[in-house]
């Protein structure tokens, strides 16, 4: 379902959060798409795992862990 409405949206221009993102691979997909930025959010912090994939994949999104789900809000206006 979610390959299926990438096929068919446009994400360029768009800014984009993955909650939950384990594997990173939304993140790739949204990317590749044409996001013009993508963050990936998970509540414990994956982050050998996600560099890793951003450097196979030769990809570039922001990753924000180790916080509860409910602070997210104000780390990403932090981080933008």
């Known amino acids: 379902m979610v390959r299926d409405f990438l096929d068919r949206a446009s994400l360029s ?11 990173a691979i939304s993140p790739v997909v949204l990317c590749r798409r044409g996001a013009e930025s ?7 912090s994956l982050a050998d795992r996600i560099e890793a994939v951003k450097h196979a994949y030769k ?9 509860p789900l409910w602070k997210l809000a104000g780390a990403l206006r932090e981080a933008h």
């Open 13 to 23: 221009g768009t800014r984009c959060l993955d909650i939950g993102t384990q594997e």
């Open 38 to 44: 993508v963050t990936a959010y998970d509540r414990l």
């Open 59 to 67: 990809v570039k999104f922001d990753y924000i862990n180790g916080i």
